[in-house]
């Protein structure tokens, strides 16, 4: 696939240099040019680059500030230009992907390009996979009436499926939870305050910000200090319930 360049840089003799470099690369396509920051923000929307070449000392905003104004989508692949060592820890503190000191040596582009590549790679892949399994979410819910019946887990370059009756408990990891399932954790991208609202709300109960529970693996709760309890699973795991979750765990528990 064709990778989309943009090349940033105050001095159009060094942009010359970048864009003739990347001639001889038939799926670098530069797809524009900036003398300056302000020109790169402007620009960066209108042209979507995938890989971004952009000198460190420029007028105005300088290539590290510009990074940092940048929406994380549209810096995934940043290489930085400069003629000065002393800015290498900053490019990297930036998570850029490169540092290129000029003047800049074949063999050196030629491994930025390279590892460009297979960063870019990376993101599509994941990208890809992303839309699947939201295609797959999407699927199952509307088969199951809104409430989710099994997750897609994804495999190395394959997806499975794990059963909701499954899983023991959900644990949250910001955008991301881990699916407990016996002595194994799958994790998938979804927020465990989304996941709550697709569950089976008389099988699963959320006892903690960060965990959610199976009621029939749950074997004994305990009162513990300032209000709180905590539970035992079947397999002899122990986990909080905060007071703001213990009547509804309470409620479910009485249920016959």
Known sequence: ????????DDEPLARVGITTRLSAYSDMVVVGECSTGEEALTKIPQVSPDLIFVD???PGISGLDLLRA?????AKCIVFLTAHEEYALDAFNVEALD?????????RFAACVDRARRMLSLHRQEANFERLYGLLAIADKQDSG?????FPVRRGNEFSFVQVADVDWIEGLGDYAGLHVGDRTHLIRESLTLLETRLDRMQFVR???????????IVRVEPAANRDAVLTLRDGKTLRVSRTYRSRLVELLQKP
């Open 207 to 217: 006892v903690h910000r960060s965990t959610i529970v199976q009621v029939e693996r």
């Open 99 to 107: 540092y290129l000191l000029k003047p800049i040596e074949d063999a």
């Open 1 to 8: 696939m064709n990778i989309r360049v943009l090349v940033v």
């Open 146 to 150: 809104g409430v989710i019946k099994r």
């Open 70 to 74: 940048l929406p994380r989508e549209q």
């Open 56 to 58: 460190v000392e420029m």
